[in-house]
């Protein structure tokens, strides 16, 4: 059975420098059997990703970075999670292998099957998922699964390609990989999310990104204590 511990932010500057600390951390591990970060995409971990990149986080040449999705556009469009992260990756300075970005120059399959290739050798190699983040959408989704079609999809898989509501296609990691993060933290800020927030904070069994985390004793969420107060208000 999974457990779910909340982390409530007074505001969004407390959660932005709570999550600049916990990347920092993760990103000093130099252990070296190697270590590995999977970052989310989406607007709400960018202030601490640009945070963290302005503060020169330390070099270290046993890190991996990874994505939890990616829409299927050009590495360099605004839209591109790759794109958006790479103030940080930037000044991270990895060498390419130890950067996982999807390749969504390939054809989408490919490009799916090419992520789920390098996850593979990632895990087979005995690199830890150190740290994992994930956001959750106004419909219930984390990464890039949105429906129950998507995570039947995933059995087996620890990568896949999806038809995204927005009309996109995009590649998301699947639950089968994200068992393998020691510590995944759901980051939750703004507001028009008050019916997934509730529903996660019950465990609902229904919600797909209480379903995509199913595989892990325990999972974090993180979330700005107006979003809090604005649920209340509606119950």
Known sequence: MTTLHTRRFVSRAELDAALVHRLGR???????????IMLSGG???????RE???RGPKHNEHLHILFSDERYVPSTADASNYHQACELLNELALPEDSLLRVRTELPLASAAQDYERRLAGLLDAGI????????????GHTASLFEAADLERAQGHLAIAVERPDGMAGISVTPEFLAHVEELVFV???????????????????????????GLTSVELWVEQAAIFSLMALV
Not at 29 to 34: A, C, I, K, L, R
Not at 43 to 49: N, R
């Open 26 to 36: 993760a990103v000093a591990d130099d252990s070296q059997s190697g270590t590995a």
């Open 43 to 49: 607007k709400t971990p960018l202030p601490a990703y």
């Open 52 to 54: 963290l990149a302005a």
């Open 128 to 139: 830890r998922i150190r740290l994992g983040l994930l956001g959750l959408g106004p419909d």
């Open 188 to 214: 939750v800020a703004g507001g028009g999310k008050h019916d997934a927030i509730r529903s996660l904070m019950n465990c609902d069994p229904r919600l797909i990104a209480w379903r995509a985390v199913q």
